[in-house]
């Protein structure tokens, strides 16, 4: 059903439809609406889960990590701060193969504190083992929870599933929504079930100490694992289409990419400015696109390669920077070049920090300085001030 | 035939108090449990892949998450309504309980989940090499409070960790010992009867961080509850309600001189100190009324 919601109350409501057992969460802003949101459904009734309050977001996780291990699904949600407190947990989760979805609110990190949106939360967990996906539109975020449970659950993948969704821009925008029936979402979603858990009829032990002898292998499953996610989420939101009449989800977007001469990737909701900006310039005539990243974790190396060895110029938009080094993103996508016979002319550029609007003017910036110098790691809209 | 529920062969120690304390623990509980376990030498010693010595459902997640993961698993047997049928234990040792872990016990025991929590106390982080914890005694020689020219060891005493648990007002809050493994049984089984959270603090001698003879483990425990310095104490809803009586008060020399982490304070130049450990034993004796008169 279509209603006009806000990104977290229609996060609520898909995450209820999809049944989980255990909710555990800790307040965070932006977070804050979505899991007030299923606090009210179960208040009301209209949702049969045990809702725990914990005293942290370390503990959230944890707590999840228990309810999954003892064969119940999950979910928690989270944001920047909370994320980094968790980080350790998100790390034992995968490491465990255990198939917890969760939602980041991507928010800045302190210091200074700052509640606005950027990615530098989740892309600072990168490595942990989890699959990311990053939300362009509310609808997006939603329909990436459903497909979050079912693959994450699948037993070729017994993975952690994030879904990032830009903190204020979609948690509290607005937009309509279809929402789906949950007929169509329990025919989609299958109950929940884990073959190694805690049951007193089978014991096993989990979180075993591994040594040299066996711990690299643990590692080199979920890297194998990882790979085989690039074929099963095309196969997922195939799955999604068919059943929901709705195409989302999936590696990578391309917007305009055919004949693109220039071209910006990115991930998450600048993308739909990304896109009106194109059609902007398009208008004038020059040839410019988007390769919109949905899948940031497994990295689709072969498809972005794909959708962007005919282009000469290339400008990774991000809203993350490894201190010291370059932006994330910017790194990966250069070094899929390397050694390939492509050259094109790649540029790095930091936009939107803790919040710091995105404009189109900022778009059409960005895509005057790609024809100018080749640049690494260049900050767009930056203010002429010292800070020290 | 007995079949133990924490198997022989694991790679504990000689005299390992933990060990002993916890195959109690786990034969008493039975096979309807799932035990979640801090970081720390009990996990490391019975766990090493591809070996386990449980023969129950076990959890290991991290150093610190005991209480958040058990509150899990005690969430999720509630939501498959089988929480009348299968009991969770979540268990750390004394670092794992009073220092990294007590913020996730003390949520997991203000929300008022079903399940035991178990501390081993050995006094110090041994897993990793003798580093003192908060429930290392006052004086007490380790490998981060070393005794030294400007020092006698750890400054400060033990944190009062029992009436820290049964100030949370939860139904059962007991210590325990290995030295006295009736007693100890008694108040598993006590505590496992009884409707959301308990907390069990049980004092394991650990022959290699106390520098004892590894044969001498019960007699040390005995010793530490004999002198005063560990009582053994049980509340009820935050109120007192029984305490292991003392026939005689044994001088704290008694248990100090057996083991190598107190040696110092054996010397004629740490009388004052001595003075000090023995104050803290009067101190429980009085407190409790552990003098039987």
Redesign the interface.
Known sequence: MKEYLEGSQAIAKVVALCRP??I?AYPITPQTHIVEGLAQLVADGELK??F?????E???A???????????R?YTSTSSQGLLLMA??IF?IAG?RLPLVLTCANRAVSAPINIWNDHQDSVTVRDSGWIQFYAESIQEAADLHIQGYRLSEDKRVLLPVMINIDGYILTHGYEVVDIPAQELVDKFLPPYQLERK???T??????????PD?YMETRFAIEKTMEDVLSIIPEISNEFHRTFGRNTGGLIEKYCLEDAQRVIVAMGSVCGTIKETIDEIREKGEKVGLLKIITYRPLPQEEIYQALKKVKEIAVLEKAISLGGFGPLYTEIKSLFQGKGENPKISGFIVGLGGRDITKNSIKTVFDKLSGKQTDCEFIDLKNVEIR | MYKPLLSPGHTACGGCGQALAARLVVDIAG????V??NTGCL??FS????D?S?????????F??A??????????????KKEDQ?NVIAQAGDGGTADIGL??L??MW??GHNVLSICYDNEAYMNTGIQRSGLTPLDTNTTTSPVGKFSSGNIRPKKNMIEIASAHGISYVASATVGFPRDLQRKIKKALSLKGPKFLHIHCPCPLGWRHEPNLTLEVAKLAVETGLFPLVEFEFGKLINVYKLKEHKPVEEYLKLQGRFKHLLSPEAKAELARVQEIADGNIERYGLLVK
């Open positions: 057992g255990v555990s889960v045990e725990v309050n914990v005293e942290s370390h503990s959230a944890s707590c999840c990590l228990g309810a999954l291990a003892t064969g119940v999950a350790e947990v034992n465990l805690l049951d007193p089978h014991p096993l032990t989990l979180g075993v100490l591994a040594g066996y | 096979p309807n449990v799932i979640v376990n996990e490391v766990t090493g892949y591809p386990s449980w023969e129950v459902p076990f959890i290991h997640s991290l610190e998450n209480g958040a993961v058990a509150s899990g698993v005690e969430s999720a047997l509630k939501y498959l299968i913020q996730a003390s949520g203000e929300r």
